[in-house]
């Protein structure tokens, strides 16, 4: 089991950045595939970014493409989102997922697929 906690939400004006951080619990962080996702007021949560347990496989949200990246630091057991260029609608609350499935696959980009979520950090982006 793992436990997440998410950082680094806040107040930034449109074309900003902000870099959140997921720091995860326990000894095999290395062997869970990681995903950001997002809800806003009244609306769905839905998919941000994924990175595959091995790191080969990356998948990004067509709305977040060449503006959002994910990497891990399986040292520090902390997967992080570098949001650049950041819009009003990239307003939510952001999410860190993680499940120990192996590979690639579109099950990345589901919510439902991920066993272990974190509590959520507040992006903002003012106009």
């Known amino acids: 089991q793992v436990q997440l906690v998410e950082s680094g939400g806040g107040l930034v004006q449109a074309g900003g950045s902000l870099r959140l951080s997921c720091a995860a619990s326990?000894?095999?962080?290395?062997?869970?595939?990681m995903g950001w996702f997002r809800q806003a007021p009244g609306k769905e949560r839905e998919f941000v970014v994924a990175?595959?347990?091995?790191?080969?496989?990356?998948y990004y949200a067509d709305s977040v493409k060449d503006r959002f990246t994910i990497s891990r630091d399986n040292a520090k057991n902390t997967v992080y989102l570098q949001m650049n260029n950041l819009k009003p609608e990239d307003t939510a609350v952001y999410y860190c997922?993680?499940?120990?499935?192996?590979?690639?696959?579109?099950?990345?980009?589901?919510?439902?697929?991920?066993?272990?979520w974190g509590q959520g950090t507040q992006v903002t982006v003012s106009s």
């Open positions: 997922a993680a499940d120990l499935r192996v590979g690639g696959g579109s099950w990345l980009r589901i919510p439902g697929q991920y066993a272990y």
């Open positions: 326990g000894r095999t962080f290395g062997r869970y595939a």
């Open positions: 990175l595959s347990m091995s790191g080969v496989t990356t």
